[in-house]
């Protein structure tokens, strides 16, 4: 093992990391080190690829489901704005 | 620099007419844009309050204030930061009312702590040789096709709900509605860092979670 390599990130170290990669906040030498590791590791590939698609998936969530009666209530609420502000 | 990672926003505007449409009065538009924001609305007032049928009159109430406000809302903030806004200030202060007595920073704090973002059984311990620390249980590839099926935002959707408190604002104020992490913290009143920890927990969580369910799906 060179000194090279003992200064990689291990994969359990790497997935701590994945967020800070994502929002840009990493140190230039970590992030270089990050895709480093991923240049040899596509288990990791793969795990960047799966939150990437979760924030993604996340980004696509349905709209809930309004009870009824809150729904009315909010019409309510609309119509009474617009003939006061009409 | 990169930029910061996030669905792109297309995914979940409303329309760029949507404002004038509802100084015009049209209610399809105000009711599109209840259906859009609801949820998120009362997930992130959740964190503020004690239940979730307050939770539910907070964003209700939100919604009040955001007719009130909008004939002079000038669009120095977007109109979606801007409706984040009034929930969080209307649920902080039903949360004062109510004397909640964990204030969220507080809350922030023990949510940071916690277990690793993957089950230290997936790696090889550091008693081997040669790969301590990576990968034994490495993750499987996940279907592109089963990435955008209904069933699959689905089980997003009920992992974020089950997420603790102040996890489930922060993704629900990045991931879900894109704001910025600057918007996030100063809604939420906590630190940067604090933030994307935050996020990063609740993000692994949903990601496993979504990974189960792969795996279920796969079985069958």
């Known amino acids: 093992m060179t000194t090279a390599d003992k200064e990689q990130f291990s994969c359990e170290e790497l997935v701590e990391l994945v967020t800070d990669y994502l929002e840009d906040k ?3 030498e970590d992030r270089s080190r990050f895709d480093e590791h991923l240049n040899w590791c596509p288990p990791c590939v793969e795990y960047l690829r799966q939150m990437r698609g979760t924030l993604r998936l996340a980004g696509k ?23 006061s502000a009409h | 620099m990169t930029s910061v990672e996030q669905a792109p926003a297309s995914e979940r505007s409303v329309g760029d007419d949507v404002l004038p449409r509802l100084l015009a009065g049209d209610e399809a538009a105000f009711l599109a844009l209840v259906e859009r924001y609801h949820g998120s ?17 907070v964003a209700q109430e939100a919604w009040v204030g955001v007719l009130s406000g909008l004939a ?15 929930v969080t200030n209307c649920a902080k202060t039903r949360g004062q009312r109510e004397r909640r007595s964990v204030p969220i920073s507080a809350l922030a704090q023990e949510e940071t702590s916690g277990g690793p973002s993957v089950e230290p059984e997936r790696f090889f311990d550091s008693s081997h040789p040669r790969w301590a620390g990576n990968w034994s249980v490495p993750p499987e590839r996940w ?5 955008v099926s209904i069933e699959t935002i689905e089980v997003v959707s009920r992992a974020i709900d089950e997420l603790p408190p102040v996890q489930k604002q922060v993704i629900s104020l990045r991931d879900v509605e894109g704001l910025t992490a600057e918007e996030a913290c100063e809604l939420l009143g906590i630190s940067e860092a604090n933030q994307r920890v935050l996020l990063h927990r609740a993000r692994s969580r949903v ?10 799906g796969n079985l069958s």
């Open chain 1, 26 to 28: 990493m140190a230039p």
């Open chain 1, 61 to 83: 969530l349905t709209p809930k489901d309004i009870p009824e009666p809150a729904k009315d209530g909010l019409l309510h609420a609309f119509r009474h704005w617009k003939r």
């Open chain 2, 41 to 57: 609305m009362v997930r992130v007032a959740r964190g503020f309050v004690a239940s979730e049928a307050v939770a539910e009159e």
């Open chain 2, 72 to 86: 002079t809302f000038e669009g120095r903030s977007s109109l979606k930061s801007w409706i984040f806004r009034i």
């Open chain 2, 143 to 147: 279907a592109e096709e089963r990435l």
């Open chain 2, 207 to 216: 990601r496993s979670a979504v990974e189960q369910y792969m795996k279920a």
